[in-house]
């Protein structure tokens, strides 16, 4: 056994491929040609991004009794953006072909390089341009009355202008957090690498609001690093494929009094897969500018009013979903077959184990098995049937899917073999061994895994 080398140059490849034959990932609309940077998830692919989804807000939310949950909407008005900076600062630098007039991003180099390969003769780039990644629409009936909106760039944003309707209606004790899992629109110039970089994709994060205090900053700041750095290697990572990494000052956001990245090593090099900010008292205190409403915080304890900081914890669902892809992908021989499989954390897989009976044509078998199935799903909904094929054939296909176990009921599960009557075979999908269980202790296998 043994994990393809992130050096691969092919591994890329092999993902993408298994994503779309299996059901996880598919290219946008795309009978219709697709569109650059937009992607739909198939139905193992929405199982895999719930899951990981879930796994967040149970950690960074539901088990804290210091957060709070919302969801905010994705249109909002152009002042938001205005008091948030990104009308201004939301930019990346880019330059034309002179030929095509094709765009790209002047600070990607990969991309500049593959699109003069592209072309015969040498070609002439114009002087870099500033491009303001917000996704801008109107709403109204008319032309003249149309108010100018824009799909959010970020989820913080709404977290921020509904700051002082948690704190009146929940009544929070500082330090307290409010997080939010949303999709963002950015209009990337080349969005690229699969789904690394999208122009729709989904984000989770935390803002979590303390007092206005250095060392009180530097505390926080550190335990929420820490918790996150945890959390991102829970999903099934290898400590040494993950790094945390500085932001150098000239770095840094706009809003930033520290920032620091997890970064996963991919084939196409270190990038970034969360992101841990400090933004000070940046938006409460631009929004309660721009707005004019009163976001400070007052403490009855102290009888203290204050402008809150802000730390934040944020990540991309669809770069977790592609890291995870990668870091689970192996190669192995088994029974003399090469075999493809996918190791994910039991907790995440879309499917937590396969039911099949041994024989599809014999009604005792696949009658014991549905029962078999029925009782396990009762430790988890997701539990699949396959009996399509030799059991061989299935085993291969939930491995290549990540399916930790699979059950399948024989003969001796009737009773052929008077001893091992109402036991099942459970394979496991990492070493392809096998085991004799009954289905009690199958499914506390189950339950522990997926916990």
Request: aromatic fraction near 12%; glycine fraction near 6%; proline fraction near 4%.
């Amino acid at each position: 056994m043994y994990s393809v080398a992130m050096s691969d140059q092919n591994l890329m490849e092999k993902i993408v491929s298994l994503a779309k034959r299996r059901g996880f990932i598919f290219p946008g609309s795309e009978i219709y040609g697709g569109l650059s940077g937009i992607y739909d998830y198939g139905p193992l692919g929405v199982e895999l991004r719930h899951n990981i989804k879930q796994h967040f807000w149970n950690k960074f939310i539901a088990e804290r009794d210091d957060v709070y949950g919302m969801s905010a909407a994705i249109l909002m008005p152009e002042r938001v953006w205005e008091a948030s900076g990104h009308t201004e600062l939301f930019t990346d630098p880019l330059v034309e072909c002179k030929m095509c007039h094709e765009r790209v991003r002047a600070d990607q180099s990969e991309a500049i390089a593959a699109h003069e390969a592209s072309h015969k003769e040498k070609i002439e780039w114009s002087s870099p341009s500033v491009f303001n990644l917000l996704v801008e629409t109107h709403l109204g009936a008319s032309e003249k009355s149309a108010t100018k909106v824009y799909l959010r760039g970020e989820i913080t944003q709404g977290v921020h202008v509904n700051f002082k309707n948690v704190v009146d209606s929940m009544h929070p004790k500082i330090p307290f957090g409010i997080g939010q899992i949303g999709k963002a629109f950015r209009n990337e110039i080349t969005p690229r690498d699969f789904i690394f970089r999208q122009r729709e994709f989904e984000q989770m994060e935390l803002q979590y609001y303390i007092r206005p205090d250095e060392e009180e900053g530097k505390r926080q700041f550190a335990f929420w690093k820490d918790f996150a750095f945890s959390w991102y290697q829970s999903l099934g990572f290898d400590k040494t494929h993950l790094r945390l990494r500085a932001h150098a000052p000239d770095e840094r956001a706009h809003y930033a009094k520290d920032a620091w990245d997890i970064e996963y090593e991919t084939p196409f090099g270190w990038k970034e897969a969360w992101g841990i900010h400090h933004r000070g008292d940046w938006d409460l205190r631009r929004h309660s500018e721009y707005s004019g409403h009163d976001l400070s915080y007052f403490d009855d304890s102290t009888g203290e009013r204050f402008i809150p900081w802000d730390i934040e914890c944020s990540g991309g669902v669809d770069r977790a979903v592609l890291f995870v892809l990668l870091e689970a992908y192996r190669e192995d021989e088994l029974g003399g077959e090469v075999r493809t499989y996918l190791a994910l954390a039991p907790k995440i897989a879309p499917v937590k184990a396969m039911v099949s009976p041994l024989l599809k044509n014999k009604p005792e078998l696949v009658q014991k098995a549905r029962e078999v199935r029925k009782e396990l799903q009762k430790v988890h909904p997701a539990i699949a049937w396959d009996d399509n094929g030799n059991i061989g054939k299935r085993y291969r296909r939930q491995d290549e899917i990540g399916t930790p176990f699979c059950v399948t009921v024989d003969f001796d599960t009737l009773g052929e073999t008077p001893e091992l009557k109402e036991t099942v075979t459970l394979r496991y999908r990492d070493t392809g061994s096998q085991e004799r269980l009954t289905i009690p202790e199958i499914a506390e296998r189950i339950q522990a895994a997926v916990q």
